[in-house]
């Protein structure tokens, strides 16, 4: 298996492989945003399966900033002991976990007498879907993520992801199709930039050189008008010079799902064994920054698995939908059963977790209801 299985180091965090749980929305969390037994044994299932670094669904780092029900919270001290208490059966499992910390941007929750937050102010049909930041919002938010960074490594987790994609909050700043301010965190890529930064070097501060800090990124936007390759790669290059350890790269938004209407921000079904969606982001990418590449996205096999490592296109290989139709899939191609993932991609798995049930394979379901 070579390169996918060696033990590597990032910041002091040993993974025994090269394998990646991409953060996903369980909807498994309490509707206070605490771990559950749940959640828990969907981790512990992960770990058992063998994949290098788990993390976690983005976890909401003030009340106003949680983005779907059942969504994990991480905005109280009082969220430490239950996500401790997690990652303690994590790492009995074998397993390495990082928690990701978001902000909803407009696509958070409504709530009565609250406006949503986003870099400009957005109109629909005659309603606000969210207001403008001030200097004071940034700087609150700015705290808000590195208190909750510092509640991870109280929680004894591995590592901290930054989201900074799929047009949540930080990505919202840098997308000039939302962010159409004219101060210092509007205009050119380095001011759209900013917020970003700033929160990458307040999380820093509170948890030391020695505590690995992720970034996840779109690779572009798909968007006209808005965040692009050329964009991404200058980001990347600011985050390098602020000493990220690693940077997963994802893309898309979540467009259609703006005013109401769930959709996932990835592609659905890949055409075969197409490959990964944002090939030739990550190939540019590699030709100009030096952070570790983290690459998700319509892998469904251990032969592109292995190319994308072995060609130099990335470092770690994050996977999301396979994990959920088959938590165990490292641990079978490591044992040597290579079949491709039978995740078909079509996002069937976030349904139950509308319903409140969690996410899980639809189409797995339906087959055993068969069997």
């Known amino acids: 298996m070579g390169e996918l299985f060696e033990s590597t180091v990032l910041n002091g965090m040993k993974l025994a492989n090269r394998f990646v749980r991409s953060a996903t929305w369980e909807g498994l969390a309490s509707s206070e945003g605490y771990a559950t037994e749940r959640l828990t044994k969907l981790l512990v299932e992960l770990a058992k399966g063998k994949v290098g670094l788990i993390i976690t669904g983005h976890a909401y780092i003030s009340p106003e900033g949680i983005a779907a029900p059942g969504q994990l919270g991480i905005y109280t001290d009082g969220h430490v002991p239950t996500l401790a208490e997690m990652v303690d059966k994590v790492h009995d499992a074998g397993g390495k976990i990082a928690v990701q910390l978001s902000h909803g941007g407009r696509y958070a929750l409504k709530f009565p007498d609250v406006v949503r937050l ?219 059963d290579t079949v491709k993932s039978t995740c078909i991609s079509d996002n069937g798995c976030f349904k139950p977790a509308l319903k409140g049930e969690g996410v899980c394979c639809t189409v797995e379901a339906q087959e055993r209801k068969r069997d």
Request: neutral net charge; hydrophobic residues 40%; glycine residues 10%.
């Open 118 to 336: 986003g870099p400009s102010t957005m109109e629909s049909k005659g309603e606000i879907q969210c207001r403008e930041m001030t200097e004071a919002d940034i700087h609150r938010v700015v705290s808000q993520f590195a208190e909750a960074a510092q509640r991870a490594k109280t929680a004894e987790c591995d590592a901290i992801q930054i989201h900074g994609a799929h047009g949540y909050l930080l990505s919202e700043f840098l997308s000039p199709f939302f962010n159409r301010r004219t101060d210092a965190y509007g205009g050119p890529v380095s001011n759209r930039a900013r917020f970003l930064l700033k929160v990458v070097h307040a999380v820093r501060q509170g948890v030391g050189d020695r505590f690995p800090i992720l970034v996840k990124l779109n690779s572009q936007e798909f968007l006209e008008g808005g965040y692009t390759a050329e964009d991404m790669l200058e980001v990347a290059s600011l985050l390098e010079k602020a000493a990220v350890d690693a940077i997963e790269m994802s893309g898309g938004n979540h467009i259609a799902g703006i005013f109401g209407e769930f959709f996932p921000a990835r592609k659905g079904r890949p055409k075969n064994d197409e490959g990964p969606y944002y090939l030739d982001e990550a190939r540019r990418y590699k030709e100009s920054v030096h952070v570790p590449l983290m690459l998700v996205g319509g892998i469904r096999s251990l032969d592109w698995a292995r190319r994308l490592v072995s060609e130099g296109i990335a470092d770690y290989i994050s996977l999301c939908r396979p994990l959920i139709r088959e938590p165990g899939l490292i641990k079978r191609w490591e044992s040597g």
